[in-house]
């Protein structure tokens, strides 16, 4: 059965860096584009990053220059560092396959004080 285990989340200050994992089992990982999304409160689940099978790698403008997406196929796990953090970026992180979606794993928690 296709699952994404996502971890990494946590409070940290603004400024800070966290850097969140995505596990991926039950298909075969390096032939799917990954994407991270983040869901805010009251607010719809968005895309910030994704990372085609080639390792080529996209943001959204609010997150461009702070945020980078990476894949390991051998883990099957896809990451994303997050530096320069700012309260805005306080969200539940998912990840999922791009275009083919999984059912939406339990994410993790980032939240971002000021």
């Known amino acids: 059965q296709a699952q994404l285990v996502e971890s990494g989340g946590g409070l940290v200050q603004a400024g800070g860096s966290l850097r969140l994992s995505c596990a991926a089992s039950?298909?075969?990982?390096?032939?799917?584009?990954m994407g991270w999304y983040r869901q805010a409160p009251g607010k719809q689940r968005d895309l910030v990053a994704y990372i085609n099978s080639d390792g080529s790698a996209n943001y959204a403008d609010s997150v461009k220059g702070r945020f980078t997406i990476s894949r390991d196929n051998v883990k099957k796990t896809v990451y994303l560092q997050i530096d320069s953090l700012k309260p805005e970026d306080t969200a539940v992180y998912y990840c999922n396959r791009l275009g083919h979606t999984l059912a939406w794993g339990q994410g993790t928690q980032v939240t971002v004080s000021s």
């Open positions: 039950g298909f075969t990982f390096y032939v799917y584009g």
